[in-house]
């Protein structure tokens, strides 16, 4: 079985550091050794307690997640917090944790890549706003109404509603972001989309998009950064056999009435 190191290493190499953005903090966050060998990995977009406790349960030996489980510094390891409550309870259960969040976003085959598969977008460029190239688009096969493109959003990511600000009634070069999306509007313009795919954007934003041509769809945070799984089962899959790959079933811990 491969090591926390090892499989540290493999997702290095295919997610490098120098991807992320300068504020982000990501990589592997809790260890107790790195000589652990991995049997099973869980998948969650953010490790929440429902998350370690999960873990614990199943006898996950790491957890993989997208957003970070530690983002800011911490100052004494005493449980005064939730940061500190959920590290100290995988060390305790002996679960290593990693996150990739703004260097997923950006690299090859990262979640802006799988949006844009999932929408079959064709001729895919990068774009982003002071040197980053974490945003995508492209040209979908064939021309949409607005509206019917706002129910294609629905179906394809699982989201319990969309909304959408119309520009144009014609969607056709589509520009995709997974998570927040408002700094990245006006370059989606600049590239030449009609139609920008996020997550969620400030109701401000919209209108604003909306009076300058641009139509705009937000899916929720979670539902466009949810496929993110289907990066690291692929890499690891090809570079290590035998492992045991699960999804936090219960998803976003929101709830939609």
């Not at 120098?18 to 998948?43: A, H, Q, R, Y």
């Not at 895919?124 to 509206?147: C, H």
Request: net charge negative.
């Amino acid at each position: 079985m491969p090591k926390i190191s090892e499989i540290y290493q493999c997702l290095e190499h295919a997610l490098p550091s120098s991807l992320s953005c300068d504020w982000d903090n990501d990589g592997l966050m809790v260890c107790d050794s790195p000589e652990t060998e991995v049997k099973k990995i869980l998948f969650a977009l953010d490790i929440t307690p429902a998350v370690t406790e999960y873990a614990a349960e199943i006898g996950a030996d790491l957890i993989i997640s997208h957003h970070p489980l530690i983002f800011s510094g911490i100052r004494r390891m005493d449980g005064h917090d939730g940061t500190t409550r959920k590290v100290m309870s995988l060390l305790r259960n002996g679960i290593s944790a990693m996150s990739f969040h703004t260097r997923l976003d950006a690299a090859d085959g990262g979640i802006n890549d799988i949006l844009a598969k999932l929408f079959s977008l064709s001729d895919v460029e990068k774009f982003g706003v002071e040197g980053d190239t974490a945003a995508r688009i492209g040209t979908l096969p064939s021309p949409m109404v607005f509206e019917d493109f706002c129910r294609l959003v629905k179906n394809i990511l699982h989201a319990p509603s969309v909304c959408g600000a119309k520009g144009e009634n014609t969607v056709s070069r589509l520009a995709v972001l997974g998570g927040s999306g408002k700094d990245y509007i006006r370059e989606a313009q600049k590239m030449g989309a009609d139609t920008y795919l996020t997550g969620e954007v400030n109701y401000n934003y919209l209108l604003e998009a909306a009076e300058n041509g641009l139509s705009v769809v937000t899916a929720g945070h979670y539902h466009t950064e949810a496929p993110f799984t289907a990066f690291f089962e692929k890499i690891l899959s090809e570079n290590f056999e035998n492992l045991e790959f699960i999804l936090f079933p219960n998803g976003c811990e929101f709830f939609y009435c």
